[in-house]
C-alpha cells in the first residue's frame, strides 16, 4: 500500500514538474522592477511615444493592405503590443500590424468574401484566433525546431517575391486607377498598368509623389525624425484645404439613372439574403453536429441533414459570388451631377451623352462614386480617395466569426503566417539581444506572439507580429524594458479617443506610399545570390521560390511551400550522394619501405573517404562508389576506409559494411577502418561489429594503419 502511494506521489510529481515547465513563460516580465528607476521610465516613455507617431499610420496603412477598414490597423496596435511585451522574452521587440502579414492575411480571405465586410472582418478575426492558438501550442511545447524548415534561401526568395507584390498591389491607389482583378497577382498588375497609361488621376499621384517626397526628405535630413508622421501630417492638411476629396448624401430618388437606383435596392435584398442564409446554415450546421454526436452511425435523417447544409453551403457562396460581382461593378460606376440643390441628379456618363443638345460641351463634372446606400439615402464621393470617416473610441469585445469549412481553408494560411511572422519577429528580436546582451528565449517568443494574437482576435485585431522597422525605432530611441509598448498602446487609444475626426481626409495614396517605402527595404537580391555562390542548391531553392511566389500569388503559401519541398528533396539528394574521395596515400605517413617499395603510385593500397554519414539513405551509394572502385582498380589488394568525416552509422550502414567486409576478404582484398568516432565506435560494440570482423583491423591513427595495410602486403608477398 505504502509503495503504491509513493508510486502516486512520483506521478503526481512529474506532472506537476512538466506543467510547471509548459506555464513558467506565462509569468509576469521581469523588467516590471526596474520601472522603479525614473530613468528607466523617462526613456521607456520618450521611445514609446515615437514609435506610436509611426505605429498609427503605418498600421492604418497595413489594415489597407490586408484588405480591411483602415482603423483596424489601430485596433490591431492596441492590445496585441501590450500582451506580447508582458509575455514575450524580448524587451525591445515592437508588436502589431506588418506588412508581410497582412499581405497573407489578404490572400487567404480574398476567396472567401469581399474585402472590408462583415463577414471578411468576422475571418480575419478568426484567422488571428487560429494563429495564436498555433504559436502558443509552439512555445509551449518547445516546438520552435519546426522553424528549422524554413531555411534561409527559401525565406530570401520569399520575402523578396512578397515585398515586390505588397509594393506593385498599391499602384493603383498611387495612380488612382480601378483595374479588373486576375486569377493571379500578375494579372492584376498588368490590368494596373493598362490602365494608369491612359486614365491616371493626376491629383492623386502628385499627393503619393509628394508623401514619397517629404519621407525620403526627412529621412536624409534627419533618419530619427518620423518620416511617416510628417508625410500623413502634411497630406492630410493639404488635401483638407484644397478639396481633394469632396462627399455628399443625397436621396434615392436623386440618382437619375433607374438602373442605378434598381442595383442599389438589389444590393441591400442580396446583404439581407446572406444575412439570413448565413444564420440558417449555422443553425442547420448546429443541428447536424449535435445529432452526429448522438449515434456513430449516419442514418436516414442525419443524412438529410448533411445534404441540406452542403445545399445551403452551395447556395450561400453562389449568393456571395454574386454579391461581391454586383457590388464591384456597382461601386465603381462613376457618376456626374446635373442641377443644383435638391433639384440636382446624378446620371451615368452614358445618359448625360444622351441628355446633351448636339452642340453642347461635353464637361460633366467632377465623377461621383457610390460609397454606401442606407435607408434610401445614398453616399456619394467625388475627386481623389481619402479615408473618410473612422468610428471613433476603443474596440469591444467580438467573438470570431466560426465556420467548419472556412476553418478547414485556413489552415495552410494559419501555418504559413505563423511561421513567417515568427520569423520575422525572431530575426529582428535576436538582432536587438546581440547588441543589449538580453536573454532571449525563442519559445517564450512563440507564447507571446501567440498570446497577442489570441487576445487581439477577440478584440477585433486581425493577424499581427514583430515589426522591422518599428523595433529599430524602439531600440534607436533608448527603450530598456517592454514598457514602452504599454506606453505606444496608451497613445494609440488615446488617438482613437479623440483624433479620429482628423484623419477623415488622409488620402489613400499617402498611405500606398507608406506601404510601398516601407517594403523596399526588404527587396534585397543580395542574400539570394550569395546563396548560389555559398552553395548551388540553395541559390536554385532561393530563385525558384521567389518565382513560383511571384507567378502563384496571391497563393502565398504555395510558393514557400514549394520552396520548402525542394529544399528537403535538395538535403536528401546530398545525403544520398555525399562527396566520395580517393586522396593519394600521404608520402610521410607511410613507412619508409612501403614508400622505397612504390605503394603511393600503384595502387595496391587506396585510401576511400566518404563524406557524410553511412545511413539507408546512402548505403546503396556507398555500394556503387566501391563497385567504381574494384572495376577500375585491378591491382587493389589493400582497402583503407577512412571515416573521418562519417559522423553516424546506421543499421542499414553497419549491415552493408558487415556485407561488404566478407565480400572482398572472400575475393582475396584485405580492408582496413581507421578514425571512426566515439559514437560510431560505441554503436559497433552494441552491435558486436568489432567481434565479427575483429577489433585489429580497426585503427584510431592513421598512421596505424598504414603500417597494417604495409605489413598485410608484406605477408602476402612473402607466402
Known amino acids: 500500500m505504502n509503495l503504491h502511494k509513493v508510486r502516486q506521489e512520483r506521478v503526481f510529481r512529474a506532472a506537476r514538474d512538466t506543467l510547471g515547465q509548459i506555464l513558467n513563460p506565462l509569468t509576469l516580465p521581469e523588467w516590471l522592477p526596474e520601472l522603479r528607476d525614473k530613468a528607466v521610465l523617462k526613456a521607456d516613455f520618450v521611445a ?12 492604418m496603412a497595413y489594415a489597407q493592405l490586408a484588405g480591411l477598414p483602415p482603423y483596424y490597423g489601430l485596433y490591431a496596435a492596441l492590445l496585441p503590443t501590450m500582451i506580447a511585451a508582458f509575455f514575450g522574452s524580448s524587451r525591445q521587440l515592437a508588436t502589431g500590424p506588418v506588412a508581410m502579414v497582412s499581405l497573407m492575411t489578404a490572400a487567404a480571405l480574398e476567396p472567401l468574401a469581399t474585402a472590408g465586410g462583415e463577414s471578411y472582418i468576422g475571418y480575419a478575426l478568426l484567422l488571428s484566433l487560429m494563429v495564436g492558438l498555433f504559436q502558443l501550442m509552439m512555445g509551449m511545447f518547445r516546438l520552435g525546431v519546426l522553424l528549422n524548415f524554413l531555411s534561409h534561401p527559401v525565406i530570401a526568395g520569399f520575402v523578396n517575391a512578397a515585398a515586390i507584390i505588397i509594393a506593385t498591389s498599391q499602384l493603383g491607389k498611387i495612380f488612382g486607377v480601378e483595374a479588373e482583378k486576375g486569377e493571379y497577382h500578375f494579372e492584376f498588375m498588368i490590368n494596373t498598368i493598362h490602365a494608369a497609361m491612359g486614365n491616371t488621376h493626376w491629383p492623386t499621384f502628385g499627393m503619393a509623389a509628394l508623401a514619397f517626397g517629404i519621407m525620403i526628405a526627412v529621412r536624409r535630413f534627419n533618419p530619427r525624425l518620423p518620416a511617416v508622421l510628417f508625410a500623413v501630417i502634411i497630406t492630410t492638411i493639404l488635401a483638407w484645404l484644397t478639396g481633394f476629396e469632396r462627399h455628399t448624401s443625397v436621396r434615392l430618388d436623386q440618382i437619375g439613372t433607374q438602373n442605378i437606383r434598381t442595383a442599389l435596392m438589389l444590393d441591400t435584398l442580396q446583404s439581407k439574403h446572406i444575412t439570413n442564409l448565413t444564420d440558417k446554415y449555422h443553425a442547420v450546421q448546429q443541428d447536424y453536429h449535435a445529432e452526429a454526436g448522438q449515434t456513430e452511425d449516419e442514418d436516414a435523417t442525419l443524412l438529410t441533414r448533411r445534404q441540406d447544409l452542403e445545399q445551403i453551403k452551395f447556395l450561400l457562396n453562389q449568393k456571395q459570388e454574386q454579391s461581391r460581382t454586383h457590388h464591384e461593378g456597382l461601386y465603381d460606376t462613376p457618376l456626374y451631377a446635373t442641377g443644383e440643390g435638391d433639384e440636382m441628379k446624378f446620371f451615368t456618363a452614358e445618359e448625360m451623352s444622351s441628355q446633351l443638345s448636339e452642340g453642347g460641351e461635353e464637361n460633366y463634372g467632377p465623377a461621383w462614386y457610390i460609397k454606401g446606400y442606407k435607408d434610401s ?8 480617395k481619402v479615408i473618410g470617416e473612422v468610428p471613433g473610441g476603443l474596440p469591444g469585445f467580438r467573438m470570431p466569426k466560426f465556420e467548419w469549412s472556412v476553418f478547414m481553408h485556413l489552415i495552410g494560411a494559419m501555418i504559413t503566417i505563423s511561421l513567417i511572422g515568427f520569423m520575422e519577429a525572431i530575426s529582428i528580436a535576436k538582432s536587438m539581444a546581440a547588441t543589449t546582451r538580453q536573454n532571449l528565449s525563442p519559445n517564450r517568443e512563440l507564447i507571446g506572439q501567440g498570446m497577442s494574437n489570441i487576445v487581439g482576435s477577440f478584440f477585433q485585431a486581425y493577424p499581427v507580429s514583430g515589426s522591422f522597422s518599428r523595433s529599430a525605432v524602439n531600440i534607436n530611441a533608448g527603450a530598456v524594458t517592454g514598457f514602452s509598448s504599454v506606453i505606444t498602446v496608451i497613445i494609440v487609444a488615446l488617438a482613437l479617443l479623440f483624433l479620429t475626426p482628423l484623419l477623415y481626409y488622409l488620402p489613400q495614396a499617402t498611405l500606398a506610399a507608406v506601404i510601398i517605402l516601407a517594403v523596399s527595404g526588404l527587396i534585397s537580391f543580395k542574400p539570394m545570390i550569395h546563396a548560389w555562390q555559398a552553395n548551388h542548391h540553395d541559390g536554385i531553392v532561393a530563385f525558384v521560390t521567389f518565382v513560383f511566389t511571384l507567378a502563384l500569388a496571391p497563393d502565398l503559401e504555395m510558393g514557400i511551400l514549394l520552396g520548402m519541398v525542394l529544399s528537403l528533396a535538395l538535403l536528401l539528394f546530398r545525403i544520398m550522394k555525399p562527396r566520395v574521395a580517393f586522396p593519394p596515400l600521404p608520402e610521410s605517413l607511410m613507412p619508409a619501405e612501403a614508400v622505397a617499395a612504390g605503394v603511393i603510385d600503384d ?6 573517404r ?14 556503387e562508389q566501391l563497385q567504381k572502385l574494384l572495376a577500375s582498380s585491378p591491382h587493389l589488394k589493400v582497402l583503407i576506409i577512412d571515416a573521418v568525416s562519417i559522423n553516424e552509422v546506421d543499421s542499414s550502414g553497419d549491415r552493408m559494411l558487415r556485407d561488404y567486409y566478407k565480400r572482398l576478404t572472400e575475393s582475396g582484398i584485405d580492408v582496413l577502418f581507421t578514425r571512426f568516432r566515439k559514437p560510431i565506435q560505441e554503436v559497433f560494440e552494441r552491435s558486436h561489429m568489432y567481434d565479427d570482423v575483429g577489433k585489429e583491423f580497426f585503427h584510431r591513427n592513421p598512421i596505424d594503419v598504414y603500417r597494417h595495410a604495409w605489413e598485410m602486403l608484406a605477408a602476402e608477398k612473402a607466402e
Open 48 to 59: 514609446g511615444l515615437t514609435v506610436a507617431l509611426v505605429l498609427i499610420p503605418q498600421s
Open 377 to 384: 439615402v445614398v453616399t456619394l464621393q467625388a475627386g481623389a
Open 603 to 608: 595502387q595496391r593500397i587506396v585510401r576511400m
Open 610 to 623: 566518404f563524406e557524410g554519414s553511412l545511413v539507408f539513405a546512402n548505403v546503396a551509394f556507398f555500394e
